[in-house]
């Protein structure tokens, strides 16, 4: 992507930069690998619901999520980071450890950040869940999203929408001023690249401006 | 993982009256009450714990943090950690239980887990996690390869023949303490429990880890009221600076006049197989000048009965020094 932000025009969609940077064949691949209905997930369409096979013993449920109610039939072993990817197919949340290791697949659920991949869904109707792709769009980012992007608080991009939620709920959590509180309270959120010192300037930056 | 009914129940009755049922509330419960999910999930993806039923108690009246009548706490069972560590009367008058819970686990864990799972809260041993492996906490009977394996991070002090898994809470090590109470309510009627009762030492049947049979529902903890004037402090050593379990760690709770220790409250987190309260560090320091020879003394004792496996024998003296420099900060 670019490696200036000050100078390139910045397209902050991953998806849009796999498509428009020549590497169709790389796009022919990930589309192999997606099941039909996930199509959304390569082209948002905002329109999620899917119809699937009938599971044995899956349960109703509404999930609110992003502000949008989705009714699932799911199966009760779903946590809740598998409903969102695979059922709703939102695929910003990720799946790193899945188990509450290295916080990758970090929601909101009620403004507080959880991980996901250690709840199950049923836990959920009721609450208000919020992704990755409810904090902003790639035209109108959220001030974090920006700083992220501003101070390069990245490297392969897998742990940073986990990052990016987990900075977000920090900016309502009692916090010091200091780096060394920014690094105490993002310590969940595990960076295998080690972009760790530009992820603390990026919230710091993001925390001035709020 | 295997397939379970999922229930909510509407009131504390019903769960009672569903878990009931189950053939034993300790490993291998066929129900399981669902709290913040941070253990029970994790261990039923790796069929470590296999219920058929989940009942989900989020949502019983369980989560009120108050003052009790005689001015101490009652912290309900399904109270959230963050909730708990950032309460302004726990940051006030019980501040190693504040500490203690905000130096474990994550910020994302903490808005998760119970104060009641955390209770419950089951060993990192590998061996426990690992169902290709025998293990005497998960399989009764089939041995424990931690004994002559792995055991690095595992306990030095209550640990048998059958096992040596460490309990890895830090808020319990604070809660032992505090002199906490644990409140239970089964089909029979309600209970409380001390908090050192509260955890059994593996012995020969290390599946059973507390005093909890089928049915018993934890409502919620009882602290006495504040010990006025007391300085408290965690201090937790680990691998790595933060999102880590304990080597060692030490909850300390001293009141101190004219420079000598009228009242202790030593427990110790890390090596123990269960949060492991000091009645030996506790009586080397009370009616002692709090002097660093008074404060070494303590820890001396408070390891005395310590054993190593193959791979911690660094931990006793970790442990030590992990209790004479909390004793000396707090005492400072």
């Given at each position: 992507m670019a490696?200036?932000?000050?100078s390139?025009?910045v397209?902050?969609s991953?998806?849009?930069?796999?498509?428009?940077?020549?590497?169709?064949?790389?796009?022919g691949?990930i589309s192999?690998?997606?099941?039909?209905?996930?199509?959304?997930?390569?082209?948002?369409?905002?329109?999620?619901?899917?119809?699937?096979?009938?599971?044995?013993?899956?349960?109703?449920?509404?999930?609110?999520?992003?502000?949008?109610?989705?009714?699932?039939?799911?199966?009760?072993?779903?946590?809740?980071?598998?409903c969102?990817r695979e059922?709703?197919?939102?695929?910003?949340?990720?799946?790193g450890?899945?188990h509450?290791q290295?916080?990758?697949?970090?929601?909101?659920?009620?403004?507080?950040?959880?991980?996901?991949?250690?709840?199950?869904a049923l836990?959920h109707?009721?609450h208000?869940?919020?992704?990755?792709?409810g904090?902003?769009?790639?035209?109108?980012?959220?001030?974090?999203q920006?700083a992220f992007?501003?101070?390069?608080?990245?490297?392969?991009?897998?742990?940073?929408?986990?990052?990016?939620?987990?900075?977000?709920?920090?900016?309502?959590?009692?916090?010091?001023?200091?780096?060394?509180?920014?690094k105490?309270?993002?310590?969940?959120?595990i960076?295998?690249?080690?972009?760790?010192a530009?992820?603390?300037?990026?919230?710091?930056?993001?925390?001035?401006?709020? | 993982?295997?397939?379970?009914?999922?229930?909510?129940?509407?009131?504390?009755?019903?769960?009672?009256?569903?878990?009931?049922?189950?053939?034993?509330?300790?490993?291998?419960?066929d129900v399981?009450?669902?709290?913040?999910?941070?253990?029970?999930?994790?261990?039923m993806?790796?069929?470590?714990?296999?219920?058929?039923?989940v009942?989900?108690?989020?949502r019983?009246p369980?989560?009120?943090?108050?003052?009790t009548a005689?001015?101490?706490?009652?912290?309900?069972?399904?109270?959230?950690?963050?909730?708990?560590?950032y309460?302004?009367?726990?940051?006030?008058?019980?501040?190693?239980?504040s500490?203690?819970?905000?130096q474990?686990?994550?910020?994302?864990?903490?808005?998760?887990?119970?104060?009641?799972?955390?209770?419950?809260?089951?060993?990192?041993?590998?061996?426990?996690?690992?169902?290709?492996?025998?293990?005497?906490?998960?399989?009764?009977?089939?041995?424990?390869?931690?004994?002559?394996?792995?055991?690095?991070?595992?306990?030095?002090?209550?640990?048998?023949?059958?096992?040596?898994?460490?309990?890895?809470?830090?808020?319990?090590?604070a809660?032992a303490a505090?002199?906490?109470?644990?409140?239970?309510?089964?089909?029979?009627?309600?209970?409380?429990?001390?908090?050192?009762?509260?955890?059994?030492?593996?012995?020969?049947?290390?599946?059973r880890?507390?005093?909890?049979?089928?049915?018993?529902?934890?409502?919620h903890?009882?602290?006495?009221p504040p010990?006025?004037?007391?300085?408290?402090?965690?201090?937790?050593?680990?691998?790595?600076?933060?999102?880590?379990?304990?080597?060692?760690?030490?909850a300390?709770?001293?009141t101190?006049?004219?420079?000598?220790?009228?009242?202790?409250?030593?427990?110790?987190?890390?090596?123990?197989t269960?949060?492991?309260?000091?009645?030996e560090?506790?009586?080397?320091?009370?009616?002692?000048?709090?002097?660093?020879?008074?404060?070494?003394?303590?820890?001396?004792?408070?390891?005395?009965?310590?054993?190593?496996q193959?791979?911690?024998?660094?931990?006793i003296?970790l442990?030590?020094?992990?209790?004479?420099?909390?004793?000396?900060?707090?005492?400072a």
């Amino acid at each position: 992507m670019a490696d200036n932000p000050q100078s390139d025009p910045v397209d902050p969609s991953r998806r849009r930069f796999l498509k428009t940077s020549g590497t169709t064949a790389a796009v022919g691949v990930i589309s192999a690998y997606l099941p039909p209905h996930a199509s959304s997930a390569v082209e948002p369409t905002g329109e999620s619901e899917v119809n699937r096979p009938t599971i044995e013993g899956a349960v109703p449920i509404t999930l609110r999520i992003n502000g949008k109610d989705h009714k699932l039939n799911i199966d009760p072993r779903t946590t809740l980071l598998d409903c969102i990817r695979e059922t709703v197919t939102l695929t910003g949340t990720k799946k790193g450890c899945d188990h509450g290791q290295c916080g990758a697949c970090t929601v909101h659920v009620d403004g507080k950040r959880v991980l996901s991949c250690l709840n199950l869904a049923l836990m959920h109707d009721g609450h208000e869940i919020t992704t990755i792709e409810g904090l902003g769009t790639p035209d109108a980012l959220h001030p974090m999203q920006k700083a992220f992007l501003d101070y390069d608080g990245y490297q392969c991009g897998y742990c940073t929408s986990g990052q990016i939620m987990s900075a977000v709920a920090l900016l309502k959590e009692p916090c010091g001023p200091d780096d060394a509180s920014v690094k105490e309270l993002m310590s969940g959120n595990i960076c295998r690249c080690g972009a760790y010192a530009n992820i603390v300037a990026a919230i710091q930056q993001a925390r001035k401006r709020a | 993982m295997h397939t379970f009914e999922f229930i909510r129940p509407p009131d504390p009755a019903a769960a009672i009256a569903a878990a009931a049922k189950a053939k034993t509330a300790q490993q291998g419960a066929d129900v399981r009450f669902m709290g913040g999910g941070t253990t029970l999930i994790d261990l039923m993806k790796l069929n470590v714990e296999t219920p058929n039923r989940v009942l989900d108690i989020n949502r019983l009246p369980l989560d009120k943090i108050e003052t009790t009548a005689d001015g101490g706490l009652k912290i309900g069972a399904t109270a959230r950690n963050s909730d708990l560590a950032y309460h302004a009367t726990v940051q006030r008058d019980y501040s190693v239980l504040s500490q203690a819970i905000l130096q474990g686990a994550s910020a994302q864990i903490r808005n998760m887990a119970t104060v009641a799972g955390n209770l419950l809260q089951r060993t990192r041993c590998v061996y426990f996690r690992d169902t290709a492996m025998p293990c005497n906490k998960r399989e009764p009977g089939t041995g424990c390869p931690a004994i002559t394996g792995h055991n690095r991070t595992l306990a030095i002090l209550g640990a048998s023949e059958q096992c040596v898994a460490t309990n890895p809470s830090d808020m319990c090590v604070a809660l032992a303490a505090l002199d906490a109470v644990v409140h239970i309510q089964s089909p029979k009627g309600s209970r409380a429990v001390a908090f050192g009762d509260f955890h059994l030492l593996p012995g020969s049947t290390p599946q059973r880890e507390t005093v909890l049979e089928s049915g018993d529902l934890i409502t919620h903890v009882t602290l006495p009221p504040p010990i006025r004037g007391s300085k408290q402090l965690y201090l937790k050593l680990r691998d790595r600076a933060s999102y880590e379990f304990a080597l060692a760690s030490a909850a300390v709770v001293l009141t101190i006049s004219s420079g000598n220790i009228t009242r202790a409250r030593i427990a110790l987190g890390g090596v123990g197989t269960k949060p492991w309260r000091s009645p030996e560090a506790e009586a080397a320091l009370t009616g002692k000048p709090a002097t660093g020879a008074t404060f070494r003394q303590a820890a001396d004792a408070a390891l005395q009965a310590a054993k190593p496996q193959s791979e911690n024998r660094f931990k006793i003296e970790l442990a030590k020094r992990c209790l004479t420099h909390a004793l000396r900060t707090a005492a400072a």
